[in-house]
């Protein structure tokens, strides 16, 4: 079984920082592309960052210049530096990968985290 378990959301104020991170965990061959989505209320949920795994990523256009996304391929985790955050930053961040891994056979599949509330005041 496959699953991503994140960490790393909560209180921040205007203009500070934090962290997202995580990580997946299973009978995983391998990690494809990673990222981060969002959504607050009454929004759709909306494309934050995402990275392959040769390390090309691509951000939404909000957060371009202060949110970087990293990952850690040898422990298949994903990172979220969240920086210079604003209110409208405010949503449940969700964390996103499609994966190959051993069932019965080899399948490749999208997963979802369970996600975490970051919420930005000013």
């Known amino acids: 079984q496959v699953q991503l378990v994140e960490s790393g959301g909560g209180l921040a104020q205007t203009g500070g920082s934090l962290r997202l991170s995580c990580a997946a965990s299973?009978?995983?061959?391998?990690?494809?592309?990673m990222g981060w989505y969002r959504q607050a209320p009454g929004n759709q949920r909306e494309l934050v960052a995402s990275v392959i795994s040769g390390g090309n990523s691509k951000y939404g256009d909000s957060v371009k210049g202060r949110f970087t996304i990293s990952r850690a391929n040898a422990k298949n985790t994903v990172y979220l530096q969240m920086n210079s955050l604003k209110p409208e930053d405010t949503a449940v961040y969700y964390c996103?990968?499609?994966?190959?891994?051993?069932?019965?056979?080899?399948?490749?599949?999208?997963?979802w985290g369970q996600g975490t509330q970051v919420t930005v005041s000013s």
């Open positions: 996103n990968a499609d994966i190959t891994y051993r069932d019965s056979s080899i399948l490749t599949r999208e997963y």
């Open positions: 299973g009978t995983i061959l391998s990690v494809n592309r």
